[in-house]
């Protein structure tokens, strides 16, 4: 298919197979009320998936950055429904946050996710630490 000037919309090109090559692992993060009037998180939905990680170019950081909405990663797996910002995906010891998902070109076979990274896995200091609560991420 050729590309002409006055096409609007996007074609993204499918992954080949052998693509999704990195193991990750998809979870829901719950902030739950603590007793110390903090919160702590909780993960009630994770499984683990093959994705294709990829970072995003240095003019995208920057755009996004500008609008308080940093997309560090790109992480393409097969498609899932109801995939949304509640979501985090925990790559090694690296958490990233899903801003955004994409139905690659409408066909229900890929799925895009758009990321930002939150950094290293860490486990949950108390709910009145502040340091890890869905506002402070």
């Known amino acids: 298919m050729k590309l002409r000037q006055a096409q609007t919309s996007a074609t993204y090109i499918l992954p080949d197979p ?19 009037f903090g919160t702590t998180p909780e993960y009630p939905v994770k499984y683990p998936v093959w994705a294709k990680v990829r970072q995003t170019s240095a003019t995208t950081l920057q755009e996004t950055a500008q609008t308080d909405n940093a997309i560090t990663h790109y992480i393409t797996v ?11 995906v925990v790559m090694g ?14 066909k229900r076979r890929f ?4 990321c930002t990274e939150l950094g290293e896995l ?6 009145g630490s502040n340091g890890d609560t869905l506002f402070s991420r």
């Open 18 to 36: 052998g693509e999704l090559d990195t193991r990750v692992t998809i979870r829901m993060r719950v902030d739950q009320p603590a007793a110390d």
């Open 78 to 88: 097969r498609w899932r429904r109801g995939i949304t910002s509640d979501y985090e």
């Open 93 to 106: 010891a690296t958490v990233l946050r899903v801003r955004r998902s994409r139905d690659l070109n409408n």
């Open 111 to 114: 799925l895009l996710l758009e």
């Open 122 to 127: 860490t486990e949950n200091a108390g709910g």
